[in-house]
């Protein structure tokens, strides 16, 4: 197993040696999964929050067997960027095996902090060594035998907090928070990390030129996965049944649901009213959800590449019968079992035409753990309205690390079901129509009306076909009843374009250069966008945030005289909808695809962009 190749390169405008560096750059753990060392990874991301300092983690962790290499990445930035370092100065290396290239990898003034335990040679005479006797401090500790091994970890902590300045207070705090306010576990903890620190204090003097100084840059902000914001969004949309069956990384979305399902608890009984189901598989799953949907429940599951497989028939059954439900794909890579532990945009294509035949599914694409909340709740509205599946394609990235973000915008506007026909709607519509057909477009936007099953009303039933139809839901294998019925689905998801999340877009006209992108990107986006602007590079973009494409979408691209298509999938899927879409010359729209199986970096974008443009 080799270690993670992270470039040697120093990034653009932060140079290496012994320059005095304060909040302005990355930590890299490197352990053993399975040893405890996520709590000890959160305590400092946490600490560093309630510092004020922006911060940002990446998790790097194997899919298979306890005891393989796992690295955590702590970025810290005065600027706030929060995209993954194609470069860390600071390396911890808490793993034997890999210790000897994450030492190589780091650039010429790092800091290497390693146990003391192993009694080796040190390899580069151009960083800086610290050692920290990781058994004699656990050991002179008072903690029970069954958590020494686990608890080594604390010792990290304690020399970071010592060498780079960050309060003791600050990490005990962050403990609390860790294990969520549990006094005893968090006592247990400081203890080993108030030794490790009096330790470095007494043994290990400063050598290098990092550290963190307080900041006031987190407040109001708080720090969460996509994830559980997407979780939490959903309860506040009116989530009424989960089905979902486990799969890495989605699986903590659903336990995010599981968390917080108080949100949804009637107020006159006290009960919770999500009803929460493991399926025996995706295929289950997505059946379950599609029932639940017809009877007029909110209900979604969560799932990742190989379950969206599962779910393709599902999926068609919906989108022809025009049932509501959601589905969330945190998006990991692939083809086939892949590396399920990596992050990936790589399902985009197969969502956007998920199903047998001539369909064309809604896909949402949140860029941040807020939009994740946004469309946890927008999901259902758009569902209902729409009568069809909605997709929201979040990824490994931005679904299972933490984020620091503004508070949320809490929906304020009232639940819409859409075109349900209850009783008395249903006795009206009679009124004034003198029928009722379920698939008939009424009002010229392609969306029909819909009952819900046990309606108070002799003539509210119908047939929900997956089979040919004919508007009036009547089994019907004509030609013209099935090209009838699919140009309305068709109009329906070509109206849907002005309805949904459209782009957010920075456009000056006087900038020729255009970037499209969509989802986790955003970040190093923003990021490489300002190291090109220090170069003279100016640039518009336009963030992706649905499927179908807003028109907007297609305007931007033809406004520009180079537009940079910049996705982490291996295909340039995005690249490959917008040429198919736009019927005008795109030759100028140029496929930036990386999909390495890691975050995007801004290092990544501003090579490629500058490459182009030097040419």
């Known amino acids: 197993m ?41 305590v400092l991301i946490r600490a560093l929050y309630h510092m004020g300092i922006p911060v940002s983690g990446k998790n790097l962790f194997p899919s298979n067997i306890k005891g393989l290499p796992t690295w955590y990445t702590i970025r810290a930035s005065k600027d706030g960027y929060v995209a993954r370092r194609a470069t860390t100065e600071i390396a911890i290396t808490y793993n034997q095996d890999t210790a000897a290239e994450d030492i190589q990898n780091l650039p010429p003034g790092g800091v290497c902090i390693l146990p003391m335990d192993w009694k080796w040679g040190r390899s580069r005479e151009d960083i800086t060594y610290y050692e920290v006797p990781i058994k004699e401090i ?19 902590v304690g020399m970071v907090a010592k060498l780079f300045d960050i309060p003791l207070d600050i990490i005990y705090q962050a403990l609390l928070d860790t294990f969520s306010g549990k006094e005893k576990a968090a006592k247990m903890n400081m203890g080993v990390v108030e030794s490790a620190y009096k330790w470095t204090e007494e043994n290990a003097p400063k050598q290098d030129p990092f550290r963190f100084e307080p900041m006031n840059s987190t407040k109001g902000k708080i720090l969460i996965t996509g994830n559980e914001a997407g979780a939490i969004g959903s309860l506040f949309g009116g989530l009424t049944v989960a089905a979902w069956y486990p799969i890495t990384p989605s699986t903590s979305l659903i336990d995010g649901v599981m968390d917080h399902k108080h949100i949804r608890v009637d107020p006159d009984t006290g009960k919770n009213t999500v009803a929460i189901i493991q399926a025996e598989d995706e295929l289950a799953a997505a059946g379950m959800i599609i029932g639940a949907g017809w009877a007029g429940a909110r209900a979604m599951t969560s799932t990742s590449g190989p379950g969206i497989s599962l779910m393709a028939e599902f999926a068609g059954l919906a989108y022809f019968a025009e049932i509501p439900c959601v589905i969330w794909d945190i998006t990991r890579v692939g083809p086939s079992t892949g590396l399920p532990t990596r992050t990936s945009q790589g399902d985009l294509l ?20 807020k939009e994740c909340f946004e469309f946890g709740w927008r999901s259902f509205e758009i569902a209902d309205q729409l009568q069809t599946p909605v997709f929201v394609m979040s990824d490994l990235d931005l679904g299972m690390n933490l984020w620091l973000t503004d508070q949320f915008d809490y929906p304020d506007e009232p639940i819409n079901r859409g075109k349900i026909l209850d009783r008395d709607a249903l006795e009206d519509f009679f ?9 008939r477009d009424y009002d010229g936007d392609a969306i029909p009306y819909r009952t819900l099953p046990g309606t108070d009303h002799p003539r509210s039933a119908y047939f929900t076909r997956g089979t040919g139809h004919n508007d009036r839901a009547t089994y019907s294998e004509r030609a013209d009843d099935w ?63 649905a499927l179908p494409l807003s028109l907007d979408v297609h305007e931007f691209v033809l406004s520009h005289d180079r537009v940079y298509v910049i996705e982490n999938n291996f295909d340039g899927q995005m690249h490959q909808i917008l040429r198919m879409e736009i019927p005008q010359d795109t030759t100028h729209m140029i496929s930036l695809a990386l999909g390495d199986t890691l975050p995007m970096t801004a290092r990544w974008i501003h090579k490629q962009i500058l490459r182009q443009e030097q040419k």
């Not at 656990?138 to 990290?156: A, C, E, H, L, W």
């Not at 197969?350 to 753990?369: A, C, E, I, K």
């Not at 490489?528 to 640039?539: F, K, S, V, Y």
Request: net charge neutral; aromatic share 8%.
């Open 431 to 439: 009124a004034q129509k003198g029928e009722w057909y379920r698939y």
């Open 483 to 545: 090209v009838q019925n699919m140009e309305r689905l068709r109009t329906k998801m070509e109206n849907a374009r002005r309805t949904l999340p459209q782009p957010v877009v920075d456009h000056d006209p006087v900038k020729r250069i255009g970037i499209i992108s969509y989802g986790s990107n955003d970040p190093a986006i923003e990021e490489a966008r300002d190291r090109l602007a220090n170069q003279g590079i100016e640039t518009n973009y336009l963030r992706v945030r």
């Open 138 to 156: 656990v050991s002179k500790s008072d903690i029970p035998k069954d958590f020494q091994d686990r608890i080594g970890n604390m010792t990290y």
């Open 2 to 42: 080799c270690a993670l190749n992270i470039q040697t390169e120093t990034e653009v405008g932060q140079p290496a040696g012994y320059e005095p560096a304060v909040n302005d750059f990355a930590i890299m753990v490197a352990t053993k999964n399975g040893s405890g060392s996520q709590s000890s990874n959160e």
């Open 350 to 369: 197969f969502m956007h035409f998920l199903g047998h035949g001539d369909s064309r599914q809604v896909v949402l694409v949140p860029g941040s753990v």
